[in-house]
Nanobody, 124 residues
Framework: QVQLKESGGGLVQAGGSLRLSCAAS????????IGWFRQAPGMEREFVAG????????FYADFGRGRFTLSRDNAKNTVLLQMSNLKPVDTAVYYC?????????????????WGQGTQVTVSL
């Protein structure tokens, strides 16, 4: 099975950028469908971005389209989420997740493996 560890979160001003990394160990990350989710206090976990293992196509929530970019760095066994033009509403804990199931990327229940999360805080 794969283990996932997120990094790259932090405090940034509105309009700024962050790059989140999801480092995989135990198995190659490119063998898995990958999703990024976020959860703000008192809110449900929501889909941010995802990609299937067999395709370079990427999928985004409406709020992230045009601001967030998902990519794989196979040499480092890592999945990256580049976020730009960040807004205070983007403040949340961001999680990466992986699965081998063929299922909708937007559903959290699809995923078998989860990281511990990384905090992103966007200030005014």
């Amino acid at each position: 099975q794969v283990q996932l560890k997120e990094s790259g979160g932090g405090l940034v001003q509105a309009g700024g950028s962050l790059r989140l990394s999801c480092a995989a160990s135990g198995r190659p990350a490119n063998a898995y469908n990958i999703g990024w989710f976020r959860q703000a206090p008192g809110m449900e976990r929501e889909f941010v971005a995802g990609m299937y293992s067999w395709s370079s196509d990427t999928f985004y929530a409406d709020f992230g389209r045009g601001r967030f970019t998902l990519s794989r760095d196979n040499a480092k066994n890592t999945v990256l989420l580049q976020m730009s033009n960040l807004k205070p509403v983007d403040t949340a804990v961001y999680y990466c997740a992986a699965t081998t199931d063929f299922a909708p990327l937007r559903l959290a229940s699809t995923y078998m493996y989860w990281g511990q999360g990384t905090q992103v805080t966007v200030s005014l």
